[in-house]
């Protein structure tokens, strides 16, 4: 496995590519998963070294220079209402890594609903509402980023 120093203003950043088809990669920066465009098509087979590729990272990246893999459908951002209900926003990009309730069920304000991991620090997101949970707009393993709609709760 070879490694490279890929660094941005300065900041190192640990990379692996874990796909590459036509001019799309996925990949990883940072343990983040990332969905960049390429300028032009790399035909994955022909470069070997696209399996892994490991750069050191002493420091945290402040933010990875490329497009998040928006893994939800991209919600409109009000902030009270969306079809009779109120919702529940990222507070700050990251990953779910564990939802806690169910569509359906009763929650009182300060009922933690989701736990969205950030800066590898884990977040209770809790209820600003009382009501029932009408539906959920994310999955465990989903990235979402700040004002993302999370829980709709009517």
């Known amino acids: 496995m070879k490694k490279y120093q890929y660094k941005v203003k300065g900041v190192d950043y640990e990379v692996e590519i874990a796909e ?3 001019n799309i990669a996925k990949v990883n920066v940072n343990g983040i998963p ?5 300028q032009k098509p790399i035909n994955a087979a022909k470069h070997p070294t696209l399996n892994k590729v490991k ?3 002493p420091k945290p990246a402040p933010a990875a220079p490329a497009k998040p893999v928006q893994t939800a459908a991209p919600q409109p951002a009000p902030t009270a209402a969306v079809a009779g209900g ?9 990953t779910i890594t564990d939802v806690k309730v169910q569509v ?4 009182s304000v300060g009922d933690v609903v989701l736990v969205l ?3 590898k620090m884990q977040n ?6 009382a009501g029932q949970v009408q539906s959920i707009q994310v999955k465990q393993g989903d990235t979402v980023m ?3 709609v999370l829980i709709v709760i009517g």
């Open 20 to 22: 590459v088809e036509g």
């Open 34 to 38: 990332f969905e960049i465009e390429l």
């Open 55 to 57: 750069v050191d990272a």
């Open 86 to 94: 109120n919702v529940i926003k990222a507070p700050l990009p990251g």
């Open 104 to 107: 359906g069920q009763q929650v």
């Open 117 to 119: 991991e950030a800066m």
């Open 124 to 129: 209770n997101i809790e209820s600003e509402y």
């Open 146 to 148: 700040e004002g993302s």
